[in-house]
């Protein structure tokens, strides 16, 4: 415990590899994989694959529109998105920190007032009781007040209200609800929602990096056995890339009756073959470790012989 810093107990976050099954038809899933930068930065190149267990003939079982998107380091910017009111205020009262695919920290600002206000609160559903809450402040003056984490919700979004109290500021704030329940109910004045995309990889809207390199297109697929009926390529992958996001869409022939609940469907990630299980329903799901396993530890030093 030397120095600060942010840890993880049951894996490490940064070999994590989640997994979304989406149900397309009766015959088609498709998968989404987010690799990060473990699995590929000692040799800029990705070996990826994809392996169904089936009792079906060879002909059934297809891959296709494969996309490889990269994210880019130096493109990593998360912002708040304050989705009510839509006009926004005149400065941003949330700061992104830090995201992961689990949650998201960020710090709250006094960004309503040049007063010191009465009381601001903030509700969202806590990474660390794994519920809603919805802390205080009182007092507040202007600037920073105070950094917390918030868990994703089922869609990859954390969801943050901030509500301002100071009935000095009647009429001259945003609020169109009445505030959840564990947070204070009188003298609501303010009431300002935003939503922090959480995942460790930033957007991307083409499939080049910075220096315009194309990752991966369906076409460069490849049939590697029949008889397993693997599908798969190498990836080489740019320099500056802090992760790569794969989708597969594997379907079956029409004349071919595919039993998603029995068989079982691998991803191959360089030397790894990761089982996704059973494919007969949509959801999210984790390889490397569950989510839910995960204990994320911080140590701060307050001074040389405190932590």
Not at 152 to 159: L, N, Q, T
Not at 191 to 210: D, G, R
Request: glycine share 6%.
């Amino acid at each position: 415990a030397s120095s600060s810093g942010s840890y993880y107990f049951g894996a490490s976050s940064s070999s994590i590899v989640p997994m979304v099954i989406e149900s397309m038809n009766s015959t088609s899933r498709k998968i989404t994989l987010e690799i990060p930068s473990a699995y590929y930065s000692s040799m800029n190149r990705l070996v990826w694959g994809i392996k169904v267990d089936t009792g079906l003939a060879d002909h059934c079982i297809s891959v296709s529109d494969v996309k490889a998107v990269s994210s880019c380091e130096d493109e990593c910017i998360v912002n708040a998105a304050l989705v009510s009111p839509a006009d926004g205020l005149s400065a941003p009262a949330i700061d992104v920190l830090e995201t992961t695919v689990t949650n998201v920290t960020f710090a709250v600002s006094q960004v309503f007032s040049d007063l010191t206000l009465c009381e601001i609160a903030v509700s969202f559903n806590s990474a660390l009781t794994a519920g809603p809450v919805c802390p205080s402040e009182s007092s507040v003056p202007p600037g920073e007040m105070d950094v917390y984490t918030a868990n994703c919700d089922s869609d990859g979004i954390a969801r943050v209200s901030i509500l301002v109290y100071d009935t000095r500021l009647a009429g001259q704030l945003y609020v169109d609800k009445l505030p959840p329940s564990l947070c204070p109910s009188d003298d609501v004045q303010g009431y300002y929602s935003y939503e922090i995309q959480c995942s460790s990889y930033c957007p991307a809207s083409t499939l080049t990096c910075s220096d315009g390199e194309t990752i991966l297109l369906s076409t460069e697929v490849v049939e590697l056995s029949s008889e397993t009926k693997e599908f798969g390529s190498t990836i080489q992958v740019p320099d500056g890339t802090s992760g790569v996001s794969l989708q597969v869409v594997v379907s079956a022939s029409a004349d071919c009756v595919w039993d998603y609940a029995s068989d079982s469907i691998y991803f191959r990630v360089n030397d790894n073959y990761m089982e996704a299980g059973d494919a007969s329903s949509s959801g999210s799901y984790y390889f490397g470790a569950s989510s839910s396993s995960i204990v994320p530890m911080v140590i701060e030093s307050m001074n040389s012989t405190s932590r």
